[in-house]
């Protein structure tokens, strides 16, 4: 434990982090364990890990694993059961220090990825179902390498009209709690377009927001954006109080925490946008 640099405590007990990727994920670091330390220390009551399942079997990008025990293996269903036993065996021993451990995933949309999360949900009893939309046209937009490849294509009312035609196809399989950081283009389109896109969204937004209502998915305030260099969180306050105010679930707080001290990141600020931040992932 003594090379993980652990979090502040938060000035308030009781906070939830819907959104945290512990070393399952390739791109993170610190173990399950380490992340509910690190909850604990930062006074939340509740953590819900989100290993990414990206499995687009025509990604133009890398090949995405699943590490596991140190080891990438593909991203089968079958491979996440290590994680989903680790997950649980936390929750065991957590809950009674009082921390609360829910069992998530984000799983990288594509159009047909209906049938392999079928498969998931059958086979785990996942609390928490994150929709992660990171590839357009099997382009993931939002790598270092990747997102030139895809912004040389299109202006930036393309990219939204694109990135929003999918936030409305994942709401319509009915398969998702909550779309992970809307307008995720943002991470890297605000450096290549320049502000023009931060208004992109606006000719798309009605109908997201019919369609997110209809199928009761939720959307989360996820605040990777700032440790990002942006300004704002994903989705833009904007965006957030347009959402709330046409009705759309908007309560999951998540950090995107892809190491422990990253926990319940910049919650300080983001608690006050969320009327019911104690409420949890099972809800
Ligand atoms: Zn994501
Ligand atoms: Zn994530």
Same mark, same amino acid.
């Given at each position: 434990m003594s090379d993980i640099i652990m979090p502040k405590p938060l000035p308030m007990e009781g906070l939830v982090?819907?959104?945290?990727?512990?070393?399952?994920?390739?791109?993170?670091?610190?173990?399950?364990?380490?992340?509910?330390?690190?909850?604990?220390?930062?006074?939340?009551?509740?953590?819900c890990f989100t290993t990414h399942f990206d499995a687009n079997p025509h990604t133009q990008g890398d090949i995405e694993y699943i590490r596991v025990k140190g080891q990438n293996l593909p991203t089968t269903?079958?491979?996440?059961?290590?994680?989903?036993d680790d997950v649980r065996a936390a929750a065991d021993k957590f809950y009674p220090r009082g921390l609360s451990v829910k069992l998530g995933i984000e799983i990288g949309w594509y159009r047909g990825c209906e049938e392999i999360v079928a498969e998931m949900t059958n086979r785990y009893n996942f609390d928490y179902l994150l929709c992660g939309i990171h590839e357009l046209d099997n382009i993931c937009f939002c790598s270092r390498h990747g997102h030139e490849r895809f912004f040389a294509r299109f202006n930036a009312e393309q990219v939204a009209e694109k990135y929003f035609t999918e936030v409305i196809a994942a709401a319509r399989t009915d398969l998702f709690d909550t779309i992970a950081h809307l307008a995720y283009y943002l991470r890297s389109g605000i450096e290549y377009y320049s502000d023009s896109i931060l208004d992109a969204h606006r000719p798309y937004l009605q109908d997201t927001f019919d369609t997110l209502i209809a199928t009761e998915t939720?959307?989360?305030?996820?605040?990777?954006?700032?440790?990002?260099g942006l300004k704002d969180y994903y989705p833009p306050v904007k965006i957030i109080n347009a959402a709330r105010k046409a009705g759309v679930d908007v309560? /999951?707080?998540?950090?995107? #925490?892809?190491? $422990?001290?990253?926990?319940?990141?910049? /919650?300080?600020?983001?608690? #006050?946008?969320? $009327?019911?931040?104690l409420r949890g992932c099972e809800e």
């Amino acid at each position: 434990m003594s090379d993980i640099i652990m979090p502040k405590p938060l000035p308030m007990e009781g906070l939830v982090d819907c959104h945290c990727h512990c070393d399952y994920s390739i791109d993170a670091t610190g173990t399950i364990e380490q992340f509910c330390e690190a909850a604990l220390q930062r006074n939340l009551a509740e953590i819900c890990f989100t290993t990414h399942f990206d499995a687009n079997p025509h990604t133009q990008g890398d090949i995405e694993y699943i590490r596991v025990k140190g080891q990438n293996l593909p991203t089968t269903v079958e491979n996440l059961a290590p994680y989903v036993d680790d997950v649980r065996a936390a929750a065991d021993k957590f809950y009674p220090r009082g921390l609360s451990v829910k069992l998530g995933i984000e799983i990288g949309w594509y159009r047909g990825c209906e049938e392999i999360v079928a498969e998931m949900t059958n086979r785990y009893n996942f609390d928490y179902l994150l929709c992660g939309i990171h590839e357009l046209d099997n382009i993931c937009f939002c790598s270092r390498h990747g997102h030139e490849r895809f912004f040389a294509r299109f202006n930036a009312e393309q990219v939204a009209e694109k990135y929003f035609t999918e936030v409305i196809a994942a709401a319509r399989t009915d398969l998702f709690d909550t779309i992970a950081h809307l307008a995720y283009y943002l991470r890297s389109g605000i450096e290549y377009y320049s502000d023009s896109i931060l208004d992109a969204h606006r000719p798309y937004l009605q109908d997201t927001f019919d369609t997110l209502i209809a199928t009761e998915t939720g959307i989360e305030i996820n605040t990777s954006a700032l440790r990002h260099g942006l300004k704002d969180y994903y989705p833009p306050v904007k965006i957030i109080n347009a959402a709330r105010k046409a009705g759309v679930d908007v309560n /999951f707080l998540g950090s995107d #925490a892809h190491s $422990p001290e990253q926990v319940g990141f910049d /919650f300080e600020a983001a608690s #006050a946008l969320v $009327p019911d931040p104690l409420r949890g992932c099972e809800e």
